[in-house]
């Protein structure tokens, strides 16, 4: 069918009265069905659902390879059928009927649709008008004219069923708000977000590169990404050290048995890399970093006095994701993860995700991100573990969340199999939403590596185990970094602090030694020293988001002081050398994020 969203209540006063927008999206949908089989007699219909901020609808155009040149002509017959404010009415009949009236109008993909469900089902169409139907669960807005401000935003290519080997339908793209400044504002959004893309930028900005002669979704870091990368792990490896943290690495390739125990390749082999031979067994890169971590709590005998132990490693993990999902940085094939993993006692669980939480809370707010949202996903129907620890974990990470005061909805059954968890979700300056933080508790690894320590009666006891990450993945977080910031890193993480613009060749020297006294404080400082006009330097300067520009001329050189151009800011005039430096050690040393 057309829609999967479940019947909602409507309001009456249309678009201006806040109509559910989900409802209204689908209705438009419809429209848009409505105006190709108008405009291209012949279209056939597969499915129009709604999507977060829209909907699409899939179709297979009669005689037309469409082009977002064609969709102002739909957008105009879909006005004319908002200005003709047809109703939209329901209509239950049974399959066979269903089955006649498809065939009926050629309609072959609602006809598979059909037939794939049991026969005594009785099925909803929507009729659009007298003159147009479609197959539908529903609800839909009173009439066509209760429909809000709209736009067609793009089109695609869509496999019938997601099957490669099915036709190729034309997905066609588009949104609808309550009113036009709502819509102005969505669209506002999506070009920001062009302008923001980190695949764009990080071309623009010489950040990083993705090698078709390397493969598709590895990353390569060049000098420029790579600073603001170091710079992110060396403060977040600090703040793990800071807290109890004790710093590990792993191998990249383990033995196919240790995967075998821990559950990969019964569970995740799809999403791993084929197996490599060597002396005769199955070696795989790693998929995730845990059972590494694992092996070195098993290294000792640990009593209780020894928890909690807490592992925290950059481990660069390889899981075979499919080409059509790769996306920059965002979805890759290889990547590191910030990854802990923390061994305690049952009794230590609820303050180890209270630690964990905060210090993830922490190191976002020390980026930049600050707009958080919670999740906790709880025990699903299949699961390992005793109930009553599975209460217990629940109740620690939920009581974490509460203490943190963040906002949170709570997911019921989400929880994979072996444990529940918190997913911190963070919104970025244009609010769209990213997944970054997480804390997992685990009561499957444990007991499949049969891990214990010592209690204090002298006997064996299993330990909980937490999986925590801070950022995610360090190219998904600086993806989220690069478009959160327009590529306009603050001055703690920029590649380029401050860059020297000498005016004339006799003012190169001095440039060079205000550089020197500057890099002798830790900053990375660049000198122009090319022969250029100065405006042009400047210009190329701010294309490159540089936060500071030094203009050096005879007046500075005389007066020891330098002329700055700060980011947002403009010209900040002439500054003693001693007061530059005193502004940009302070503006690094205390993470200013603007």
């Not at 037309?64 to 957008?75: H, K, V």
């Not at 499949?448 to 002298?458: P, V």
């Amino acid at each position: 069918m057309s829609s999967d969203i479940e019947p909602r209540s409507l309001s009456s006063d249309g678009p201006q009265h806040a109509t559910d927008l989900a409802t209204m999206r689908h209705s438009t949908a419809h429209l848009v069905a409505k105006a190709v089989q108008r405009l291209y007699p012949g279209s056939a219909l597969g499915i129009g659902p709604v999507i977060q901020d829209g909907f699409y609808y899939d179709i297979d155009v009669a005689g037309a390879q469409l082009s977002t040149d064609d969709l102002p002509a739909i957008e105009d017959e879909i006005r004319r059928l908002i200005a003709a404010d047809e109703p939209f009415t329901r209509r239950e009949i049974t399959r066979d009927v269903a089955i006649q009236e498809s065939r009926d109008r050629n309609e072959r993909y609602k006809l598979e649709i059909i037939e794939s469900v049991p026969s005594d089902e009785t099925l909803s169409f929507y009729d659009t008008g007298s003159d147009w139907t479609d197959l539908c669960r529903g609800p839909h807005v009173p009439s066509t004219g209760a429909i809000g401000p709209f736009k067609l935003l793009s089109v695609a290519g869509a496999y019938w069923r997601g099957d490669e080997k099915r036709p190729m339908l034309q997905r066609i793209y588009g949104t609808t708000w309550n009113t036009q400044e709502e819509l102005d504002q969505y669209l506002w959004r999506l070009e920001e977000a062009k302008r923001r893309d980190h695949r764009r930028l990080g071309r623009e900005l010489d950040l990083f590169s993705i090698s078709e002669d390397v493969g598709p979704g590895l990353i390569l870091w060049h000098p420029k990404g790579a600073i603001v990368r170091v710079e992110a792990e060396d403060f977040t490896r600090k703040a793990l050290m800071a807290n109890g943290y004790d710093w590990v690495f792993s191998p990249h390739v383990g033995r196919g048995q240790l995967w075998e125990t821990s559950g990969h390749l019964g569970f995740y082999k799809d999403n791993m890399y084929s197996p490599m031979d060597i002396d005769g067994e199955d070696y795989y890169a790693k998929p995730m970093n845990c059972p590494f971590h694992i092996q070195i709590f098993k290294s000792h005998t640990r009593s209780y006095r020894d928890l909690p132990q807490r592992y925290a490693e950059y481990g660069t993990v390889y899981r075979f994701e499919r080409s059509g999902v790769l996306h920059g940085l965002t979805r890759v094939r290889g990547f590191t993860q910030d990854d802990a993993h923390i061994f305690c006692r049952p009794d230590q669980v609820e303050e180890e995700i209270r630690l964990a939480l905060d210090l993830s809370l922490y190191v976002l707010r020390a980026f930049g991100l600050t707009d958080f949202r919670a999740y906790l996903s709880t025990r699903p129907e299949k699961y390992v573990g005793e109930p009553a620890a599975w209460d217990r974990a629940t109740a620690a990470l939920q009581d974490a969340i509460e203490s943190s005061g963040l906002p949170f909805e709570v997911d019921e059954g989400g929880g994979a199999f072996y444990g529940p968890k918190i997913d911190l979700k963070v919104d970025d300056a244009l609010g769209r939403e990213w997944q970054l933080s997480t804390v997992q508790v685990d009561f499957n690894l444990p007991e499949r590596f049969d891990l214990h320590f010592i209690g204090e009666d002298g006997a064996q006891h299993r330990p909980f185990m937490v999986h925590r990450a801070l950022l995610g993945s360090m190219e998904r977080f600086f993806g989220v970094l690069v478009e959160h910031f327009g590529g306009a890193f603050p001055l703690w993480l920029a590649p380029v602090q401050v860059l020297l613009i000498p005016i004339a060749d006799r003012h190169l020297e001095y440039a060079e030694g205000v550089a020197k006294e500057l890099k002798e404080y830790g900053l990375r400082v660049d000198v122009d020293g090319r022969r250029e006009r100065m405006q042009n330097k400047i210009r190329q300067a701010e294309t490159q988001k540089v936060p500071y520009i030094l203009i050096m001329g005879d007046r500075d050189a005389e007066a020891n002081a330098v002329s700055v151009r700060a980011r947002g800011e403009g010209d900040l005039g002439s500054m003693a050398r001693a007061d530059f430096l005193a502004r940009v050690r302070d503006e690094r040393d205390t993470r200013v994020t603007k």
